[in-house]
């Protein structure tokens, strides 16, 4: 069956229940409302944007919570909750105070004791914060509204840490929530953002509600719009997150204006929605969107040795993955780095181990590093846009070349809270899952936490490399933009090397909306921003 005719058919039994998912909106209780109904690409499973890096997680709590800063789309930050700040003459210590007004959800106004105790939990969990914490010495509250970094060193990534645009985004929590073990999720959605969280009407599986938060103070000047940054505003009185796993009838439900916003439409469907009416496409940022990987699990055999992580690049042509995902090749791109390429700092350093696609020689190499059959654990999410076909394309590869594959079919949400797991695959561990990031965040040594070697501290996978780790503090220290391509190149190399992921290839994924009912959509890679988003 084609992908088309299969999509047919899944619409075919999926209109009852999309029917039923949007009836849960109650239209008759909501008719005086401004109402956005969006489907993004996965169910919002988890509500602690620090706890996980799963994109969706992170969108959610960029809808309920706050940062200090926010980066624009050239990755520049700028301030967001933060009012005004002074570096002193050798930039190792930060004064920061926040601006006026800013109070959470529960009507208790936001203080540093709750900011310090916020960046306290995600530097405690996140690469980016982890990499900024290691040089503070010290974050102590002057006042309710301002507080003090002091450095040991005058590292140059303060701000752009603090306004990070990808997955575990600095959000400011109550201190009580902070207070939560970085290990543990935080069970409340109680942030300062401009929508609250409506939890007694989340539905895991069918709908996520938030809900205009009236007491939301944007930054004053009415600042443009640029990815994370400038003046934030709640343009509707309710946002619904409706869960419509299958792609045909999410986008015929746009079509038909039964939802407003498509954030992740299948490329098959495109020059469908390009002839609707009422319906545009738009590009999400300058750079491809999504950056995809193959990330190994470097705890456990076989890809505890490094000869056996490398043997898998010969198990991947990156024609066959994007072909798979995109299909169209006007929106993708084969790219053998790690590093974003089109970006500023992309190089061909590392691009050798793509030289040869041979499954024949990918058995071998495994068979040398001690593999001797057993299983390999393939965490396969069955129902995300991109995840699943990539997914499938990977395990097919690996069969062919007559490895042993154990494929556990789950939901993305289930692959999210298993990837954490650092039990043996025969204990609930895993070996292998593949996942994607924003190409933004995948364009910056500093900001693009999956090229990290942080060893338990680092994410799922656990690579441990301390040249890795030296060539990303060198990036943070270097000041002229030679040195940091230098580095960054090298960086790329040695992360390659060692297979920190595989990656297999970018795709710019366009979302789509109805362009005859909302205004103000401003485009960002990476996170979907629904802030600022005016409806008719």
């Known amino acids: 069956m084609t992908r088309i005719a299969l999509g047919v058919f899944r619409h075919a039994v999926s209109c009852a229940a999309l029917a039923g998912t949007l009836a849960l909106g109650s239209p008759a209780l909501h008719a005086q409302e401004k109402v956005l109904r969006a489907v993004m690409h996965a169910d919002v499973r988890v509500i602690d944007p620090i706890w996980t890096t799963q994109t969706i997680a ?47 959800h529960d009507g208790s106004p936001v203080t540093t004791r709750d900011v310090i105790a ?52 600095p959000v400011i929590m109550r201190e009580k929530d902070a207070m939560t073990d970085p290990q543990q999720q935080v069970k409340e959605g109680i942030g300062s953002g401009p929508f609250k969280f409506a939890k ?29 940054s400038g003046s934030k505003f709640p343009g509707v009185d309710r946002i619904e997150l409706v869960w419509i796993a299958d792609s045909q009838t999410a986008m015929s439900a746009l079509v038909n204006g039964e939802i407003d916003f498509y954030e992740a439409p299948n490329i098959d469907f495109y020059p469908i929605l390009e002839r609707a009416r009422g319906v545009k496409l738009m590009a999400t ?10 990330r190994l699990n470097h705890l456990h ?18 024609e066959d993955f994007l072909r798979a995902i995109v299909g169209d090749p006007k929106y993708y791109r084969i790219c053998h780095g790690l590093i974003t390429c089109g970006s500023p700092l992309a190089s061909d350093g590392g691009s050798q181990w793509f030289k040869e696609y041979n499954p024949k020689k990918a058995l071998q190499l495994l068979k040398e590093a ?37 494929a556990q079919a789950m939901d993305w949400g289930s692959v999210v809270s298993r990837r954490a797991k650092k039990e043996p695959p025969a204990q609930g561990g895993w070996n292998i899952f593949v996942t994607t990031t924003g190409g933004v965040g995948a364009s910056h040594p500093i900001l693009h936490t999956w090229i990290g070697a942080a060893c338990d501290k680092g994410l799922f ?17 270097a000041h002229t933009d030679a040195d940091k391509k230098r580095i960054a190149r090298e960086l790329q190399e040695r992360a390659m090397e060692q297979v920190v992921y595989i990656p297999f290839g970018q ?24 802030w600022n988003i005016v409806k008719k």
């Open 200 to 228: 007694d009407q989340w539905v895991p599986g069918s709908r996520t509600v938030y809900l205009k938060n009236a007491d939301y103070v944007p930054r004053p000047g009415n600042e443009p719009p640029s990815s994370f």
């Open 461 to 477: 996978g656990w690579p441990c490399d301390e040249k890795i780790e030296a060539l990303r503090n060198a990036f943070a220290f």
């Open 285 to 294: 940022g300058k750079l491809d969107s999504t950056h995809g990987m193959i």
């Open 118 to 169: 916020s960046l306290r939990r995600w530097g405690a969990r996140d690469g980016v914060g982890q990499r900024l914490l290691r040089y503070v010495t010290a974050m102590e509250a002057v006042d309710d509204k301002t507080f003090r970094m002091v450095l040991s060193e005058p590292y140059g990534m303060v701000l752009e840490s603090l306004g990070k645009t990808n997955s575990s985004v």
């Open 370 to 406: 001690g593999y001797n059959g057993e299983p390999i654990t393939i965490l396969h999410a069955t129902d995300h846009v991109t995840i699943t076909p990539a997914t499938q394309v990977l395990i097919q590869a690996m069969r062919e070349a007559g490895i042993n594959v154990d």
């Open 507 to 530: 795709w710019n994924q366009m979302l789509a909306y109805r362009s005859d009912r909302l205004s103000g959509i401003v485009p960002n890679t990476g996170l979907a921003v629904l």
């Open 301 to 318: 055999p076989p890809f505890n040795n490094p000869k056996a992580r490398q043997a898998m690049y010969y198990l991947i042509n990156q």
């Open 58 to 104: 992170n969108i959610h709590g960029m809808l309920v919570y706050d940062t200090l800063f926010g980066n624009d789309e050239n990755m520049q930050p700028k301030p967001q909750m933060v009012d005004t700040w002074q570096v002193s003459e050798d930039r190792k210590t930060y004064t920061f105070t926040l601006r006026p007004g800013l109070k959470f």
